[in-house]
């Protein structure tokens, strides 16, 4: 990865790729939408820019879509794409489709959900708080270890980040975002997206890149190696109950999501990632997540992490010109969660 100590440093011709920088234009789209995409944006009493984009807000596929290109710190598309045949055996009528040439840089670095951010009673004068940000604002505060084997680090004076919950978070969260990415408040954009919600259902479904590369990761391969990616996932209706939200956004990554890989390298390498990759060499795959969920008393840590993935992978090595195939979408499952025939 390209790092820089400083972008004010950089040339406007360089190569380095601010996230923060990218996705200006979205951000500056996504507001002038307000009323087209169903969101509330203001201004908090510290300057601070909030989109309610579904806790308050009715919201909209369309804004999810909009996020979650924001996400992918402008280095990603995300889009909607209708069923190919009716007669498909994996027939769902709207998918997610994703597709980035900068991968690693757009879902490890901005689009992956990293960043803890807690806040007590104490702190808070009322409930506690917990949310995970994503976003290109992480690449500003770099609290994760991630973006130390990364090597990349984004400085600029603008931040966005979106955190996925049905409130805003308190000031003193606010206050250590703001902190963290050495910002002002009048330059810093908040996207508040409840999984129960058109957006937010949308803006996690189009994760489903995301999720095999930080899976990848996981499985230690080389990151540096992987150079180009594309993935599809259904899009379900968001459930009421934000457990049952949360569920049916995971499975339709887990059993409806595909993605292709463009990797450079050993075909050992390329083979032993396409083989390992996929949510069906999980210990937990083939029952709804809702349900796994529940089992591990809510506590996404106990889950076997191998589940964390797509149902069916490529993998295809630029070096040797071979692509490598594993995994099976499972509409079955999916199709008894999500449809009732009338």
């Known amino acids: 990865m390209q790092t820089s100590s400083s972008l004010a440093e950089v040339a406007p011709t360089s190569s380095f790729l601010s996230v923060n920088t990218l996705v200006r234009p979205l951000i500056a789209s996504l507001l002038e939408r307000q009323a087209e995409l169903g969101i509330e944006v203001r201004r908090d009493e510290r300057g601070v820019t909030i989109v309610d984009a579904g ?10 879509i909009a996020i979650g290109e924001i996400c992918m710190g402008g280095l990603g598309r995300v889009a909607l794409r209708a069923a190919a045949s009716r007669n498909a055996a994996d027939e769902w009528p709207t998918f ?11 879902c490890l670095a901005s689009q992956y959900a990293g960043w803890s951010l807690a806040a007590s009673k104490e702190e808070t004068g009322g409930k506690k708080f917990f949310a995970l940000g994503s976003g290109p604002a ?5 609290k994760e270890p991630l973006f ?4 990349y680090r984004d400085v600029v004076a603008t931040g966005c980040l979106v955190l996925e919950v049905d409130r805003p978070p308190p000031a ?6 703001l902190r963290d990415c050495k910002l002002q408040p009048r330059n810093l954009t908040l996207i508040l997206t409840p999984t129960a919600s058109r957006a937010g259902t949308t803006q996690v479904v189009a994760r489903a890149l995301e999720v095999a590369l930080h899976k990848a990761h996981e499985l230690g391969f080389a990151l540096d190696d992987i150079r180009e990616g594309s993935a599809s996932a259904p899009l379900p209706p968001p459930a009421q109950d934000p ?3 949360m569920g049916r956004t995971n499975d339709a990554i887990l059993y409806g999501g595909r993605v292709h890989l463009t990797v450079t390298g050993s075909d050992d390498a390329a083979r032993d990632l396409a083989r390992r990759l996929p949510s069906s060499a999980s210990k937990d795959f083939g029952r709804p997540f809702a349900d796994v969920f529940k089992e ?19 993998v295809s090595n630029l070096t040797t010109g ?3 195939h594993a995994g099976a979408t499972r509409f079955d499952l999916l199709r008894p969660l999500w449809l009732d025939e009338a």
């Open 138 to 142: 992480r690449a500003l505060a770099c």
């Open 243 to 245: 457990v049952d939200a």
């Open 322 to 324: 071979r692509t490598f």
């Open 172 to 177: 003193v969260v606010i206050d250590k975002i």
């Open 148 to 151: 130390d084997e990364l090597d």
């Open 55 to 64: 806790i308050d807000a009715s919201g909209s596929v369309a804004a999810g």
């Open 96 to 106: 997610v489709e994703i597709a980035s040439a900068q991968p690693v840089l757009a």
């Open 296 to 314: 591990y008393e809510y506590d996404f840590y106990k889950i076997d992490p191998a589940l964390f993935a797509p149902a069916e992978v490529w």
